[in-house]
C-alpha cells in the first residue's frame, strides 16, 4: 500500500482530489466508488473546485456509494442520500440516471445492487475508515468474502454516528445496506482517507497488523492499488 503522509484535513483532501482528478480526467466515463462521512468532505470540495474551474466534467461519470442506512427516508437530513446531493453531487454536472445509492431492505435487493456494481467495475474507490477498523459498515467480524448485505451497525459505529443525530444513539439507524468487504475489493483501485487521533489505531492495524476481521480494513494489504492518505493525527502511530 503507499502511504501519503498530510499536515492537515484540507491537506488530506486537496491529495485525494489529485488522484481524483487523474482519474477523471483521464477516463471521462470512469465509474467512482464514493463514500459519506466527515472524512471526504474535504475531498469533495476540492471535486467542485476542479468542476467549478472547468478542469472536470462528470457527464459521463457513473457513481456508487457504499452504504445507506435502513429505514431511513431518502430526503432526511441525515440519509447518505441526501448527504451526497448536498456535498457533491448538486455541485457538479453529474447525469441523476448514473448515481446509484444502495436503498433496500430484502438480500435481492442488496444482490441486485452488488451485480450493477460488478458489472460496472469500479475505477476508482473512496473509503474512509471506522476507529474500529470497519470500510464502508462491515464491521470487525465480517467474513472477507461478503457481499452487499444489510449489516447491524456495531455499537461503537452508532456511538460515533450519535454526533449527526443530537448525540442521541436512540435515534441512529441500527441497520445498513452496504458493499460487502469482496465487493470492495473488486475495485481497480482505492483511495482510504483517514483523519483525526480517533483513526490512528485503526490505521496502525490496517497497515501493521494482521490481515484478520478484528480489522477489516486489513483485507486492503492484499489489494494490489491502495493508496492511503492520513494527516498528522490519524498516521502517527504508522512506522512503515
Ligand atoms: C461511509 C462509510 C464509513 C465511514 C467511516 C468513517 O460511507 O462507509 O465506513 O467512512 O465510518 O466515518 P467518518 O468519516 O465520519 O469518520
Redesign the pocket.
Known amino acids: 500500500m503507499k502511504i501519503i503522509k498530510c499536515n492537515t484535513i484540507e491537506d488530506v483532501g486537496i491529495a485525494a482530489n489529485e488522484i481524483m482528478s487523474e482519474m477523471l480526467q483521464s477516463k471521462p466515463n470512469c465509474v467512482l466508488g464514493l463514500?459519506?462521512?466527515?472524512?471526504p468532505i474535504p475531498l469533495y470540495r476540492e471535486m467542485i473546485k476542479d468542476f467549478d474551474s472547468g478542469k472536470t466534467d462528470y457527464k459521463g461519470v457513473v457513481t456508487f456509494n457504499?452504504?445507506e442506512y435502513v429505514n431511513i427516508p431518502t430526503d432526511h437530513p441525515e440519509s447518505?442520500n441526501s448527504f451526497m446531493f448536498q456535498n457533491l453531487f448538486n455541485h457538479v454536472n453529474i447525469n441523476e440516471d448514473n448515481i446509484h445509492m444502495p436503498n433496500g431492505i430484502t438480500q435481492e435487493e442488496c444482490d441486485e445492487y452488488d451485480k450493477s456494481v460488478m458489472d460496472c467495475g469500479i475505477d476508482l474507490q473512496v473509503?474512509?475508515?471506522?476507529s474500529n477498523g470497519?470500510?464502508?459498515?462491515n464491521e470487525p467480524g465480517t467474513d472477507f468474502s461478503s457481499t452487499t448485505r444489510i449489516v447491524d451497525l456495531a455499537a461503537s459505529?452508532i456511538e460515533a454516528n450519535s454526533r449527526f443525530f443530537n448525540n442521541d444513539t436512540s435515534l441512529v439507524p441500527k441497520q445498513a445496506m452496504s458493499m460487502g468487504i469482496a465487493t470492495i475489493m473488486n475495485s481497480k483501485k482505492i483511495v482510504l482517507i483517514a483523519t483525526g487521533r480517533s483513526k490512528r489505531d485503526a490505521v496502525n492495524a490496517m497497515l501493521n497488523g494482521p490481515i484478520d476481521a478484528v480489522c477489516p480494513a486489513s483485507i486492503l494489504q492484499k489489494h494490489s492499488n491502495v493508496i492511503v492518505i492520513v494527516d498528522q493525527e490519524a498516521g502517527e502511530n504508522i512506522n512503515k
Do not use: K, P
Not at 35 to 39: N, Q, R, V
Open positions: 463514500a459519506t462521512g466527515s472524512t457504499l452504504d447518505y473509503l474512509g475508515i471506522g470497519h470500510i464502508g459498515f459505529t
